[in-house]
Nanobody, 125 residues
C-alpha cells in the first residue's frame, strides 16, 4: 500500500522558518522523482519544488527560489522542504507527491502518481 505522510506544518510569523517532511512507503522511493505542491482554497494546486530520484536535480518555482530548499534521504525514504524566510503568501496546504519516473518538474499536478494528505502552513504578517 502506497503511503506519503507529511508533517512539519504549523503557524509562524513572516520571516520565520519551517521544515516539512514526507515519509514514503509502498513504492520504489529511490527510483521516483519527488515534489512538493501547495494549494489554497479556490485555487489550483501549485508546484513548489521537485527533486530527481538520485537527488542531483532540484527544481524550484520562481515564487520560492532562493527561499526554499528541497532535499531527500533515500535510505530513510523521506523528502524534505526547508522554508525560510516565509511570507504570508506561502500560506497553503502543502502536499508531497511522487512520480515513478526518475526525473520530473513540479510544473503541474497531473502526471504525479501518488499524493499525501497534506500539512497546513500558515504565515502571519
Amino acid at each position: 500500500q502506497v503511503q506519503l505522510v507529511e508533517s512539519g506544518g504549523g503557524s509562524v510569523q513572516a520571516g520565520g522558518s519551517l521544515r516539512l517532511s514526507c515519509v514514503a512507503s509502498g513504492f520504489m522511493y529511490s527510483r521516483s522523482c519527488m515534489a512538493w505542491f501547495r494549494q489554497v482554497p479556490g485555487k489550483e494546486r501549485e508546484g513548489v519544488a521537485s527533486i530527481s530520484a538520485d537527488g542531483s536535480t532540484p527544481f524550484y518555482a520562481n515564487s520560492v527560489k532562493g527561499r526554499f530548499t528541497i532535499s531527500r534521504d533515500n535510505v530513510k525514504k523521506t523528502l524534505y522542504l526547508q522554508m525560510m524566510p516565509l511570507k504570508p503568501e506561502d500560506t497553503a496546504m502543502y502536499y508531497c507527491a511522487a512520480d515513478r519516473r526518475s526525473y520530473c518538474y513540479a510544473y503541474a499536478a497531473h502526471g504525479f502518481n501518488y499524493w499525501g494528505q497534506g500539512t497546513q502552513v500558515t504565515v502571519s504578517s
